[in-house]
């Protein structure tokens, strides 16, 4: 059973296109060091429907311990203080659990 | 390209565990007759890390019609109207695009 982790985020107003741009670029790199982290997916919410969040964060990960590596490790933290720390007005998050090839596109 | 449409709910205070069981079977019987949907994994957030939301929504579709095709469809609103709806006191979703077979366990 793996564990599929999902961030939601409503920025402040202050928030500009270049800060997010420049968020979804960090965490796509820090990804990139972060093996534990098995499937990622950042981004600007699509907005396919009325009333949704601003950001989304999907992740997944072996267990519960892949999941504290990811957002306990440095490179994260450094995203955080870096960047989303100041932008978040809102943030709403949930770890489901899945099961491999049951959840997939 | 496909659609993540990730959704975390935090309950009103009278909530109680039984509703929440009710609405998980409620929410997979309904899945089971919406073939839009490609993947839908739902439940009561793990708790793996401090701070979450109560309850989570993730489901894989085609477009944005398939998005809509499930979140408009008849047995969706009836699970609103019967068990989700009354539930709510904070909901927050986006949508991400993910592409096929690159985002899975």
Request: proline share 4%.
């Amino acid at each position: 059973m793996s564990i599929l982790h999902i961030a939601s985020f409503r920025w402040k107003p202050e928030v500009a296109e270049i800060d997010i741009a420049r968020l979804t670029d960090a965490l796509n790199e820090m990804r990139a060091g972060i093996p534990e982290i098995r499937s990622y997916v950042v981004g600007p919410n699509l907005h396919l429907r009325a009333g949704g969040a601003d950001y989304g964060v999907a992740a997944i990960l072996d267990d519960g311990a892949g999941l504290d590596t990811y957002l306990d490790h440095v490179d994260h933290k450094a995203v955080y203080e870096k960047y989303l720390g100041w932008m978040i007005a809102e943030r709403s998050a949930v770890q489901l659990p899945i099961s491999a090839g049951a959840f997939d596109a």
